[in-house]
C-alpha cells in the first residue's frame, strides 16, 4: 500500500511466552518510549543524539514507577531520584 494510505505506528512484541509481569516491561521498555517518540514527533527533530537525550531522562520515571526496563548501554540514563510510587492500576 502507499505510504499516504497508513495512519498511525505499531509496536509489535516478538517474545517467547512471557509469564511474568516484569519479563513483559524487559522486553517492551524502553521500546513504548521509542514508539510515542515516533508517534508524536515530527519527522525534522528525530534524530539518535536527541531521541537518546530524551530517552535518558525517562529513566527516573521508570524506576519510580517500578518498571523493569531495559538500561540500553548506549544512552545516558538520568540518575534516579531513589523514590518509588505506586503505579495506578
Known sequence: I???SV????????SETVM??????????PRL???AEVGWSPMRVRGW?????RLGAHGPRLQ????NFYRAPEVDWAP????RVTPVP
Do not use: H
Open 2 to 4: 502507499e505510504e499516504r
Open 7 to 14: 495512519l498511525g505506528v505499531e509496536g509489535p512484541i516478538w
Open 20 to 29: 511474568r509481569r516484569d519479563e513483559f516491561e524487559f522486553l517492551v521498555f
Open 33 to 35: 518510549v521509542a514508539l
Open 49 to 53: 543524539e536527541g531521541f537518546r537525550t
Open 64 to 67: 519510580a514507577l517500578g518498571v
Open 80 to 83: 534516579s531520584s531513589g523514590r
